[in-house]
């Protein structure tokens, strides 16, 4: 079955920065684009950023561009979002997701929070 398990998340400084991991078993790897999303304590959840299935093209929404990228290893069957200065609204909770046969699969998530 498709398993996403987050890792990597914490507590940082203002300005500081972050690599949170997700590690996939279960589908073809490759052939899914892969997302990462993220949820603040009270807000919807929303797209972070998502990368095709080769790692060749990204999308970033606009509060986090510049300053976060997105990757993946095929190999191992990971990916990865380095989140660079970082900022108090980045606190929220990181998840991983795919859709696989129409279906979006998530992770636990993984807490990280910006604060001074």
């Known amino acids: 079955q498709v398993q996403l398990v987050e890792s990597g998340g914490g507590l940082v400084q203002p300005g500081e920065s972050l690599r949170v991991s997700c590690a996939a078993s279960g589908f073809s790897f490759s052939r899914y684009f892969m997302t990462w999303y993220r949820q603040a304590s009270g807000k919807e959840r929303e797209l972070v950023a998502r990368i095709t299935p ?3 093209g990204t999308n970033y929404a606009d509060s ?4 976060f990228t997105i990757s993946r290893d ?3 069957n990971t990916v990865s979002l380095q989140m660079n200065s970082l900022k108090p ?3 929220a909770v990181y ?3 795919v859709k696989y046969s ?6 636990q998530g993984t807490q990280v929070t910006v604060s001074s």
């Open 74 to 76: 095929n190999a191992k």
């Open 89 to 91: 609204e980045d606190t």
């Open 64 to 67: 986090v561009k510049g300053r």
């Open 54 to 56: 080769s790692g060749s």
């Open 102 to 107: 129409l279906v979006d699969y998530w992770g």
């Open 95 to 97: 998840y991983c997701n």
